[in-house]
């Protein structure tokens, strides 16, 4: 019998442990069970933050560094890399323009921008790369792109003709968009955002209205902030004749699809599919025999296009439809749901009842000792056929 091929590709354990560490712990189960079978780590991702860590974690090699400005305008360093052929960029927007870097201070939800963003894109632009995958998440604004455009050389003017401040207060003011400044490069590459979410730029679903809360734009401000943002699709239909308003997707990050959409006709992609594509899963899926994925916590979000949901929908698409199995810090997907998503089952590291702290200490052997148990069942299952 030819040895057990296994696909090892979970999402990060926040808070515990990332991608590339649940991967290996999960792989050491399965030779701890089945010392000949062939493993192929691939650490996933669903597009928002760990994302860079679990490409980086694939490619090998080093993240680049830039120095740039946070999402209130403080200068900082943020990372970015570039695959193995040199041929696309991924920029994480968490890195420079995300809520964890501005933690330490008041949050202005009018005045936030994603320029450090810009930045990064604008190295990757420089650095040749033929297409760049921009991770959307865990944004501390709510520019609708705007600020990335600006870096990249795009001028927002008002009725006066001078440029408006940066941020979602400053698109309520924009009158036109100058483009005779856009890096020569940015309509050229190919821009594929990373997203998890389907709310529209504006309305009750919108942006401003869904996300806005947790970047403070509390009371009028959300209000505020949609109206603006409203006003920004209406320039952008104006001078580029694309109307973003209600379009699935670009309410993510604060509405940064929406301007990258019109202006360089970026196309927004679930990020684990993104993801996926990036680390050669399809290709590895080909010949598998057993997949393990995992997350952090396996529920209804999970079949919104986040890992264990892309996982599954790859796998029935491989030539082998190898069985899916999920392993979770916890599992609270009824089973048949589950099944009906293509989830062979799906198992938890808590041996029982157990507090968070503990849990989070044991996770690493928890899930090997997990791995190595459904590796057993495989084989065993395999002998019997």
């Known amino acids: 019998m030819k040895p057990l091929r296994v696909v090892v590709c979970p999402d990060s354990f926040k808070g515990s442990l990332s991608a590339a560490e649940v991967a290996s712990a999960v792989a050491d189960g399965v030779l701890d069970a089945a010392p000949d079978a062939v493993v192929t780590r691939l650490p996933m991702a669903d597009g928002g933050e760990g994302t860079l860590d679990a490409l980086l974690a694939v490619w090998g090699g080093e993240a680049l560094f830039t120095e740039t400005v946070d999402a209130i305008g403080r200068p900082t360093t943020a990372r970015w890399a570039v695959s193995p052929d040199g041929h696309t960029a991924v920029v994480e927007l968490a890195e420079a323009s995300g809520l964890p870097g501005v933690a330490d201070a008041p949050l202005q939800p009018l005045h936030a921008h994603t ?33 990335i455009l600006t870096s990249l050389g795009a001028r927002l003017l008002g009725t006066d003709g001078e440029q408006v401040p940066d941020g979602g207060e400053g698109l309520a003011s924009v009158a036109s968009l100058d483009l005779s400044g856009l890096h020569p490069r940015a309509r050229e590459v190919r821009w594929r955002l990373a997203v998890d979410v389907t709310n529209p730029l504006v309305g009750e679903h919108g942006a401003a209205q869904v996300f806005g809360p947790q970047k403070g734009a509390r009371d009028g401000t959300a209000d505020y902030l949609d109206d603006a943002l409203r006003h920004w699709a209406g320039v952008l239909l104006q001078e580029t004749g694309v109307t973003v308003a209600e379009l699935p997707g670009a309410g993510a990050a604060g509405g940064v699809p929406a301007g990258l959409i019109a202006v360089l006709g970026a196309e927004t992609t679930p990020g684990a599919v993104l993801v996926a594509e990036a680390v050669g899963l399809p290709a590895a899926l080909a010949d598998a025999d057993l997949v393990i994925t995992g997350e952090g916590s396996f529920d209804s979000q999970s079949l919104g296009g986040k890992v264990a949901d892309g ?71 395999r002998s019997a056929v």
């Open 311 to 381: 996982v599954a929908r790859l796998a029935a698409a491989s030539p082998t439809r190898p069985p899916v199995v999920v392993l979770a810090g916890q599992v609270l997907l009824p089973e048949a749901q589950a099944r009906a998503a293509g989830i062979a089952a799906a198992f938890s590291i808590a041996p029982g009842p157990v507090d968070l702290d503990s849990l989070i200490s044991r996770t690493a052997p928890r899930l090997r000792d997990l791995a190595a148990a459904v590796t057993s069942l495989a084989t065993a299952a």
């Open 115 to 147: 320029r450090g963003t810009g930045d990064l894109a604008l190295a990757a632009l420089d650095a040749g790369v033929a297409e760049i995958i921009l991770c959307l998440g865990g944004s501390a604004s709510t520019d609708g792109g705007s600020g």
